[in-house]
T-cell receptor, first 115, second 112 residues
């Protein structure tokens, strides 16, 4: 079956702009988690959605937001972009939330560059 | 103390050798443990999941879990240059706020 898809794959924005990233999970998976990955910082958890509800949230400012639709597709939005937001944004799909006995599968990521 | 710790490496092994990657975690209530491989510029790929104490084998990979000592390891037998990557350990956080906690990864280089 098809894997996790993310669009767009690459983005270049300037400071102050906003951006929306999209993620379509594996068919049948209802949980979507978002991560930010930068060199030296590893995978930083942004938030997790399950059945259109945010189940968990990481320690990111309110400029980072997300949502999930009834078909389990998810979007994340970053407003008022800063240079430090340049990163690889990864979406992970799983059948259930929370990580217990529950494998996450990653999409290819969106590489965001903020100039 | 970090919640999930891994040696950053690089760990360098010759082709054909056994590579041993270790991960320690702080939450005693953790129940699920995962190893991911990430090639440079790519997204993480799940290699192994383990939930019970002991060993779990899948091809050239063996995951070992010791909950009493709070560590999980990954052994790669007959290492190949194509195994050169960063290996990420992930552990689920117990309790109501369950989520995966990630180590920073160990860089592995397999030399021909």
């Amino acid at each position: 079956k098809a894997g996790v898809t993310q669009t767009p794959r690459y983005l270049i924005k300037t400071r102050g702009q906003q951006v929306t990233l999209s993620c379509s999970p594996i068919s049948g998976h209802r949980s979507v988690s978002w991560y930010q990955q930068t060199p030296g910082q590893g995978l930083q958890f942004l938030f997790e959605y399950f059945s259109e509800t945010q189940r968990n949230k990481g320690n990111f400012p309110g400029r980072f937001s997300g949502r999930q639709f009834s078909n389990s597709r998810s979007e994340m939005n970053v407003s008022t972009l800063e240079l430090g937001d340049s990163a690889l944004y990864l979406c992970a799909s799983s059948f259930r939330p929370g990580g217990t006995y529950n494998e996450q599968f990653f999409g290819p990521g969106t590489r965001l560059t903020v100039l | 103390q970090k919640e999930v710790e891994q040696n950053s490496g690089p760990l360098s092994v010759p082709e054909g050798a056994i590579a041993s990657l270790n991960c320690t975690y702080s939450d005693r209530g953790s129940q699920s443990f995962f190893w991911y491989r990430q090639y440079s510029g790519k997204s993480p790929e799940l290699i192994m999941s383990i939930y019970s104490n002991g060993d779990k084998e899948d091809g050239r990979f063996t995951a070992q879990l010791n909950k009493a000592s709070q560590y999980v390891s990954l052994l790669i037998r007959d290492s190949q240059p194509s195994d050169s990557a960063t290996y990420l350990c992930a552990v689920n956080k117990a309790g109501n706020n369950r989520k995966l906690i990630w180590g920073l990864g160990t860089s592995l280089a397999v030399n021909p």
